[in-house]
């Protein structure tokens, strides 16, 4: 007997891209006080939100994500200070990444079986942990910092963990040939990613200051990161995409020395959202072409190899450091 499907209306589907919007741009006003707070050392929930002029705690409605900027024109409600257009566009970002995900998850989801929309909600929340660490990440990159170990590691036993409880997790458009299959398949794609780190670990280098473990190795664990999530080819395509970008801002940085601020963690965000929307499309109508991915490791591997071996050729600079922002 066969499992009813589940429709999807046009409004719902809305209404989930909406709240997810909404979400993200929250989620993203609460990252910025992380990428502050964190380097000082100060406690991330307490204090409230305050001017950083006047000092004066910022009112409830006033820090609404995004339009409690726009509504006070930029200004502190009391003394009339400039605050940073940082805020809004840091919420911005994380509210488009938000709903990148959501729409992907939701992707030709008019009709689907009882398991996969009962999936969705696990798969999009499953995406956005990643997403929102590398965000976090890329922030304190931007600023002169690293993001700690611990982040990485607290994320990466959220991503384990769900493959176990959910081991058909996946996308509804996700052909069943391509999905996870639990804890193997993301060991296994994490283990890609420690390979294809360890041949981008001359690029790492360049990137950031010359021996300094913990930058290369909190790098790497982003990137396996990436693997856990999006699995062998997608964790393959984005740090290939993520060893490219990173080599065009190396070499930007020669001329725009602003451009080394996007470092790993950036480009790994943008490879796993590219990743993410692409594969909406193509893994459900082409889900062959995914079933062995061991071709895109391959490539991959070339890719990254070949950026880390341009990157040591490039002119020397002053590499990204904590606190040089």
Not at 305 to 323: I, N, Q, W
């Amino acid at each position: 007997m066969e499992e009813p499907l589940i429709y999807l209306s046009p409004a719902g589907r809305w209404l989930i891209l909406g709240w997810t919007f909404a979400l993200g741009a929250a989620i993203g006003s609460f990252l910025n006080v992380v990428a502050y707070r964190l380097p000082r050392g100060l406690n991330l929930s307490r204090p409230g939100s305050r001017c950083p002029s006047c000092g004066r705690a910022i009112r409830w409605y006033d820090n609404v994500p995004i339009a409690g900027w726009l509504w006070l024109r930029g200004r502190c409600r009391e003394c009339r200070a400039s605050i940073s257009p940082r805020y809004p566009i840091v919420e911005a970002i994380a509210a488009v990444c938000a709903f990148v995900v959501a729409w992907a998850g939701i992707y030709d989801m008019p009709e689907v079986d009882g398991l996969a929309y009962a999936l969705a909600p696990v798969w999009i929340a499953w995406r956005l942990v990643l997403v929102f660490v590398l965000l976090c990440a890329a922030l304190l990159e931007w600023d002169g910092n690293v993001a700690p170990p611990r982040m990485a590691l607290a994320a990466g036993l959220v991503l384990l963990i769900l493959p176990v409880l959910f081991p058909g997790l996946r996308a509804p458009w996700v052909s069943e040939s391509v999905r996870f299959h639990g804890l193997v398949d993301s060991g296994a794609a994490a283990a890609a990613m420690l390979l294809l780190g360890l041949l981008a670990w001359p690029q790492i280098q360049t990137t950031y200051r010359h021996g300094e473990m913990g930058t290369g190795a909190t790098a790497v664990g982003q990137m396996m990161l990436v693997g856990l999530t999006l699995g062998m080819a997608g964790g393959s395509a984005a740090t290939a995409l993520a060893a490219v970008g990173v080599l065009i801002c190396l070499a930007a940085a020669c001329f725009w020395s602003p451009a080394a601020r996007f470092g790993w963690a950036a480009w790994l965000l943008a490879g796993t959202l590219c990743w993410t929307a692409m594969a909406s499309v193509a893994l459900a109508r082409w889900p062959e072409r995914f079933a062995d991915p061991s071709r895109t490791l391959l490539v991959a591997g070339v890719v990254v190899a070949a950026a880390a071996v341009v990157s040591r050729l490039l002119p020397s600079r002053p590499a990204l450091t904590p606190g040089d922002a």
